[in-house]
């Protein structure tokens, strides 16, 4: 089959990038001729490129239709389907938060996906899919690029945070100090947070016994054979076990999952429960229950159920063109939507970093070795954020906001 991928970009080798990158490539080895789309390229596209999958940021270089739009963020997704006016399509969402992620309606998206039970409730509960029409696929491993490493050793020897949010600021500080109770000196920082990005974390992953990580990242270091710790600057969830596997999973390692505050004892109690044993029976669960090929299968048996085009209504895609571009441009144009969505990404960083320096300054107990440069930092940080705060509650409380929060209810 000849099947269109659709994504935001391209480019960073994060989430939903790479899930179009291991899927599409698969399928190729399977004999399928993918093809991606999205209006921003880069590193993920050139991963593509190398593995023979055709690539482009504009439709109209594709001259033979595809069989079936496998599609990934809303815009993208009904670009697709406009410029390709037969072809059927499934939807995929990957996110329970991100703008890009709400799923659109039209008549031609036979399917939807969910990744997680997480986003399930955001397609069903908040947007109102028939269930029939959605099926969970929880996110896969490549188990023939993650390979296992050797037996876990008795004691983790050294750590690795991987995490694209996560700086030694707001995460990595409270994980040296939890790892320094234990004897584990030896921690890397690394991911776009700290720019720091990793291209083959396939191969970073071998070199260590403990992981901090959070969703597809967590996954695959369990692959491996690392002992993760599902962790993020937001919160966390623990280290997973053979007995919690199953729910986490379920949960994606995400965002539902990290419900706990992020100090340095609650890591450290994660550390102390370190077993070589469970260690070795949770990668065995991941690469057994994970596996990539299973969800291959999956997809595959979607596209061809969804390739079936019934009698198709040119008046009922008109309408679900003109109502997501009416949704759309509420979206887009309502008033201080913009700044509110800036704002809001600056408080938030602001409030995490001074969040993570107020704890680490209340855990020291030689406070008077504390810098003045470091004080001044927080006093600034706390300015900043009272400042932002006063702009952003302006913005949340005014009716353009509420018009808004209502509209991405629908």
């Known amino acids: 089959m000849r099947i269109l991928f659709t994504n935001s970009t ?60 496998h599609g990934q963020h809303h815009l993208e997704m009904m670009t697709a389907l406009t410029h390709f006016p037969a072809v059927p399509a499934i939807y995929v969402c990957h996110g329970w938060l991100p703008w890009q992620e709400a799923p659109p309606s039209h008549p031609r998206i036979r399917r939807y996906v969910a990744v997680d039970d997480t986003v399930l409730d955001r397609l069903v509960i908040e947007s109102g899919i028939d269930p029939a029409r959605v099926r969970t696929l929880y996110n896969f491993v490549d188990t023939k690029r993650f390979a296992p490493r050797d037996t876990p050793p008795a004691k983790p020897r050294n750590a690795l945070i991987l995490n694209s949010r996560a700086t030694e600021a707001n995460f990595g500080a409270f994980v040296r100090e939890a790892c320094k109770q234990f004897g584990i000196g030896e921690v890397d920082l690394v991911g776009y947070g700290n720019d720091r990005p990793v291209r083959n974390p396939e191969l970073l992953f071998a070199k260590y016994d403990l992981v901090f990580a959070r969703a597809r990242t967590a996954l695959e270091a369990m692959a491996v054979g690392c002992a ?75 596209y061809m159920e969804s390739s079936v085009v019934g009698p198709q209504s040119s008046e009922d895609e008109r309408q679900a063109l003109v109502d997501y571009l009416r949704w759309l441009s509420l979206q887009t144009k309502l008033p201080g939507f913009i700044d509110w969505t800036r704002l809001k990404e600056r408080y938030d960083a602001l409030a995490l970093d001074a969040a993570a320096m107020r704890s680490r300054l209340a855990s020291e107990r030689e406070l008077q070795l504390v810098s003045d440069e470091v004080t001044e930092t927080e006093r600034k940080m706390r300015s900043d954020i009272a400042t932002v705060r006063k702009r952003l509650h302006r913005l949340q409380t005014s009716p353009a906001s509420f018009v808004l929060r209502m509209l991405r209810r629908r």
């Open 228 to 302: 993760v710790v599902v962790s993020d600057p937001i919160g966390m969830a623990g280290l997973v076990t053979s007995g919690n596997f199953a729910e986490l999973r379920r949960r994606n390692f995400g965002v539902r999952a990290l419900t706990r505050p992020v100090t340095v004892d609650a890591l450290a109690a994660e550390i102390e429960a370190y077993d070589p044993a469970e260690v070795a029976r949770v990668s065995e669960r991941a690469r057994s229950e994970a596996d990539i090929e299973a969800v291959v299968t999956a997809y595959e048996e979607l």
């Open 10 to 69: 391209l480019a960073d080798r994060s989430g939903s990038e790479l899930y179009v990158r291991d899927l599409a490539i698969a399928l190729r080895a399977r004999g399928h001729d993918p093809i991606a789309y999205s209006p921003i390229l880069g590193d993920v596209a050139d991963d593509l490129r190398e593995a023979t999958v055709p690539v482009t940021n504009d439709l109209r270089s594709i001259r033979v239709a595809p069989d079936v739009i």
